[in-house]
């Protein structure tokens, strides 16, 4: 029998909720394959999971509690062989630095974050070839402290690693084994891309708006908003060598939108409870990367500005403001 797998999800928001949740319900079904671990500081949150468990709302509206492991001092969390890193993305490294207290010397870090660099930030911490990209197509809400809705969702993508493809095999099986389906892609980067692309045309614009996602494309100064922050970041990709086609990208920017409609973007929700938000990470990636590479990003220059100082602006506004913004930059 193989060792018993210690991973370990860092972060207590919905999307780690999500994971440790199935893969704690789920766990007999790969018999002492793995022990999982919720950490974060998040107080509320760990109260309420370790008084009643984690309330989880399935689509159908059935409700279950999960008993998730959770801890809130890292001496408490143990050898970790996996670290799922699921927190916002300007906490990663003091999250990093939290994993290398509880690592096993064979032990790898993988980012589920949103943006781009995360990645780098846990392996100049962690040591050369210690970290591991995915992303998730799998949605989740918390709608109160212990209290998460489930929303759906498709796979759960990995970038094969060169030193840890049997630690990210084996977890792979574990979350296909728990109902989240997930493989590699040696198109990894395209997915990437598509992703950041997605959350920079959506995020920014539901926060300076206050409206959800499904407003976007009902409005024509959102859809000139959202092509013009599409056309700038596909410019950008094609720098990576990421050939992306704008109106294909633009068009599966629509359909998020829709197929989320009801959905209140978690960069809305930052600024509506006052947190900082990961606009650095996202749009802010792709101007950096832009300006390295001589391409103009003169409409996400203008959405980092204003996300400075966020408040809710009506379409039209915002249309007026950015564009401004990008004509003078």
């Known amino acids: 029998m193989s060792e018993k797998l210690k991973i370990t999800l860092f972060g207590t928001g919905a999307m780690a909720c999500l994971f440790a949740a199935r893969l704690h319900q789920y766990r007999h079904r790969i018999e002492n394959a793995y022990f999982i671990r919720m950490f974060g500081h998040w107080q509320a949150q760990i109260d309420a999971i370790m008084k009643n468990g984690l309330q989880f709302i399935e689509?159908?509206?059935?409700s279950l509690h999960v008993n998730v492991p959770i801890a809130h001092e890292i001496s408490d969390v143990g050898q970790t062989a996996i670290a799922v890193v699921c927190v916002k993305s300007y906490q990663t490294e003091a999250t990093a630095k939290e994993i290398a207290r509880t690592f096993r010397p064979d032990g790898i870090a993988v980012t589920l974050q949103n943006g781009f660099g995360n990645d780098a930030i846990l392996e100049r911490v962690l040591g050369p070839h210690r970290s591991a990209c995915a992303i998730t197509t799998q949605g989740?809400?918390?709608s109160a402290p212990g209290v998460l809705k489930y929303a759906g969702g498709g796979?759960?993508?990995?970038?094969?690693h060169p030193n840890k493809?049997?630690?990210?095999t084996r977890l792979i099986q574990i979350l296909n084994?728990?109902?989240i389906p997930a493989r590699f892609s040696d198109e990894f980067q395209i997915s990437a891309w598509k992703k950041l692309i997605v959350n920079a045309a959506i995020n920014p614009l539901t926060a300076l708006s206050g409206v959800r996602n499904g407003a976007l494309p009902e409005n024509d100064a959102y859809r000139i908003l959202m092509k013009n922050i599409v056309d700038e970041a596909v410019q950008v990709a094609a720098l990576h060598d990421v050939i992306l086609r704008a109106d294909k990208m633009f068009e599966e920017v629509i359909e998020v939108c829709r197929a989320t409609r009801e959905n209140r973007s978690s960069m809305l929700q930052d600024v509506s409870n006052g947190r900082p938000t990961e606009i650095e990470a996202i749009n802010g990636a792709i101007v950096r990367m832009g300006e390295n590479g001589g391409i103009r990003t003169p409409v996400h220059r203008a959405l980092l500005k204003l996300m400075r100082h966020p408040r809710h602006y009506s379409a039209e506004v915002l249309l007026v403001e950015l564009l401004s913004a990008a004509r003078l930059s």
């Open 165 to 168: 493809m049997s630690l990210l």
């Open 177 to 179: 084994a728990s109902s």
């Open 140 to 142: 989740a809400a918390l």
């Open 155 to 160: 796979e759960t993508i990995f970038s094969p």
């Open 59 to 62: 689509q159908d509206g059935r």
